[in-house]
Each structure stands twice: as structure tokens, then as C-alpha cells.
């Protein structure tokens, strides 16, 4: 079973379009995150949740509205799509209070053209 | 702000050579302390990671880090490494009461046959 799951894994679409990623982990992790990983690799932290309570909201244009229906699920809706928001998006989880790793999935590589 | 500091951005290493990865952080309190890769195309995979006690720690596929606490350090080491090494090594701290995992800015590593 896949620990950290997101789809789509690829998602194309037009300017100005209205997309959403779908994040679920089946660990029993209390913590979700959302990173954005721009085409210098860098990874940059955009959300954090923590029992479906928004933690960590980083410098993220609120055109990106996440969502935690509940602590397994953490999907991640974007209005009005620019081309910078081109980038590979990757979901994680983590245990807060125990400090473990954060599991990631396997990342949706988003293009808008 | 807690920081995640990667010195050497691109390292070109022959088979066999031995590997050395710099990673300093910043921040005064307890820190958690791991080293992901990313293969290419792929997501990010834990390597090793440091919690507390013996400040030499060793992780998968013969990689092994040490944390020094007096230089803020917890560089990434391989004695002698392969083609199937080359990937993207990020160094990260979890920061922010566990809400938080702050990654470095990466180091691509190439091995050449």
C-alpha cells in the first residue's frame, strides 16, 4: 500500500484554469504538509496541517486555498493558474509530536500553459 | 528564521570516490536532522536521520552523517560512491514545534563511470 498518496501525477492546463491535487496517507500521521518544488529543486514549504487545523501558511498567493476534510487527507485547490505556478508539487506526512520523518508522495508535476 | 544551509550546489564525482555533502542549519534549540534524496523523476526518500544520542549516524545504501553541534553541521558522507548515487541530496531540519521540516536548497550529485 502506498503510504502517501497524490494524484494527479501529471496535470496540464491553461492559463487562468481552476485545478485541484489530491493528497491521502494511510499512516495515522497527524501532519500534512504541501511543497512546492520549483525547477531549481528547491523545496519550499506552502502548508502545514495538524489535525485538519491549518498550522503553517508560508507566502503562498491565496489563489491556493488547501483543504483537510480530515488528518488523512489534505488536498490542495489553485484559482486562476499562472505560468509560475509551474512546479512539481509534493504532499507529506509526518507525526508531530514524535519528530519522525516526513513521508512524501510521489509528486504531481503541474504545467500551465 | 531557522535556516538550512548546502554548500556545494552541483558535485561531479568519478565511481569510487569518496563523497562529502555540507549541511549547516540554524537554529539555537533541539533539533531533529535528516538527509532526503531524490532520484530523478522520483519523490523524496529518507536517507538517515538524527534524533538524539550517537552523533554518528548511518542510513541506507552505505551513506552515514555526523552531527557536530558546536559547528551547527550534520554533513552527509560515503566512502566510496556509485553511478546509481546520482540523484539530488537535500539536508532538512524539522523546526517550529514539529509543524515544520525546512529543507536546504539541495546538492546534485553526478557520478560518472
Known amino acids: 500500500d502506498t503510504a502517501v498518496s497524490q494524484t494527479p501525477k501529471y496535470l496540464v492546463t491553461q492559463m487562468g484554469n481552476d485545478k485541484s491535487i489530491k493528497c491521502e496517507q494511510n499512516?495515522?500521521?497527524?501532519?500534512m504538509y504541501w511543497y512546492k518544488q520549483d525547477s531549481k529543486k528547491f523545496l519550499k514549504i506552502m502548508f502545514s496541517?495538524?489535525?485538519?487545523?491549518?498550522?503553517i501558511n508560508e507566502t503562498v498567493p491565496n489563489r491556493f486555498s488547501p483543504k483537510s476534510p480530515d488528518k488523512a487527507h489534505l488536498n490542495l485547490h489553485i484559482n486562476s493558474l499562472e505560468l509560475g505556478d509551474s512546479a512539481v508539487y509534493f504532499c507529506a506526512s509526518s507525526q508531530r509530536e514524535s519528530y519522525t520523518e516526513a513521508f512524501f508522495g510521489q509528486g504531481t508535476r503541474l504545467t500551465v500553459v | 528564521a531557522q535556516s538550512v544551509s548546502q554548500h556545494n550546489h552541483h558535485v561531479i564525482l568519478s565511481e569510487a570516490a569518496s563523497l562529502e555533502l555540507g549541511c549547516n542549519y540554524s537554529y539555537g534549540g533541539t533539533v531533529n536532522l535528516f538527509w532526503y534524496v531524490q532520484y530523478p523523476g522520483q519523490h523524496l526518500q529518507l536517507l538517515l536521520k538524527?534524533?538524539?544520542?550517537?552523533?554518528l549516524v548511518k542510513g541506507i545504501k552505505g551513506f552515514e552523517a555526523e552531527f557536530i553541534k558546536s559547528k551547527f553541521s550534520f554533513n552527509l558522507r560515503k566512502p566510496s560512491v556509485q553511478w546509481s548515487d546520482t540523484a539530488e541530496y537535500f539536508c532538512?531540519?524539522?523546526?517550529?514545534?514539529?509543524?515544520?521540516?525546512?529543507f536546504g536548497t539541495g546538492t546534485q550529485l553526478k557520478v560518472e563511470l
Open positions: 538524527y534524533f538524539s544520542g550517537d552523533p
Open positions: 499512516l495515522g500521521h497527524d501532519t
Open positions: 532538512a531540519v524539522f523546526t517550529g514545534g514539529g509543524n515544520k521540516l525546512t
Open positions: 496541517y495538524n489535525n485538519k487545523e491549518l498550522i
